[in-house]
């Protein structure tokens, strides 16, 4: 079946630091890939998207690539601020329901 | 911005109680599911909706729970009799279409506490 692995949390960053967090995934299929944000005490907002090989996608500095070759969709993003501090969750698209990941909580200290 | 809203924001209820959970997906869209979070844990799916009737639920969703779309516009989610275990965060999802490219808006989520 389909899972995601993403790496374990939680990730400390001082501010404009360079941030990666990976994540790999099993599937069966050409699923679309994700990247959702939950911010303290919030549900969750969908962050990025990609439906395809070689496809990147980005949202407010965030960016991910869809490597088919090596099974994995990290999360970038060149320089950190306060205001990302959440919890990062990589998923994947399939028929009827997403599988999530285990999430990965960012903490960007000023 | 058309947005998933549900409600209560937080439910506090009693072992053995029925409770409801409510959502409204956006407007337009065709297809609806619930997951749910415990805490520190990951989303899980637990049931997806088409058509008024279900198309796919998980393991966890079993004879307890039931989801309806009593009209136009509301979804929910009842669990009869409550236990403890289902202390989580429910999320509400819709989307116009439920291939494996297509996207899941998510609600803000409902806390249930069971104590």
């Known amino acids: ?110 | 911005e058309p947005e998933v809203t549900q409600t209560p924001s937080h439910q506090v209820t009693q072992m053995g109680q029925e409770v409801i959970l409510r959502c409204v997906p956006i407007s337009n869209h065709l297809y609806f599911y619930w997951y749910r979070q415990i805490l520190g844990q990951k989303v899980e799916f637990l049931v997806s909706f088409y058509n008024n009737e279900i198309s796919e639920k998980s393991e966890i969703f079993d004879d307890q729970f039931s989801v309806e779309r009593p009209d136009g516009s509301n979804f929910t989610l009842k669990i009869r009799s409550t236990k403890l275990e289902d202390s989580a965060m429910y999320f509400c999802a819709s989307s116009d279409a439920s291939g494996y490219t297509d996207t899941q808006y998510f609600g803000p989520g409902t806390r249930l506490t069971v104590l």
Not at chain 1, 6 to 28: D, K, R, W
Not at chain 1, 31 to 41: D, N, R
Not at chain 1, 48 to 58: I, M, V
Not at chain 1, 71 to 89: I, P
């Open chain 1, 1 to 110: 079946g389909n899972s995601v692995t993403q790496m374990e949390g939680p990730v400390t960053l001082s501010e404009e630091a360079f941030l990666t967090i990976n994540c790999t995934y099993t599937a069966t299929g050409y699923p679309s890939l994700f990247w959702y944000v939950q911010y303290p005490g919030e549900g969750l907002q969908l962050l990025l998207k990609a439906t395809k090989a070689d496809d990147k996608g980005s949202n407010k500095g965030f960016e991910a690539t869809y490597r088919k070759e090596t099974t994995s969709f990290h999360l970038e993003k060149g320089s950190v601020q306060v205001s990302d501090s959440a919890v990062y969750f990589c998923a994947l698209g399939g028929y009827q329901k997403v599988t999530f990941g285990t999430g990965t909580k960012l903490q960007v200290i000023p």
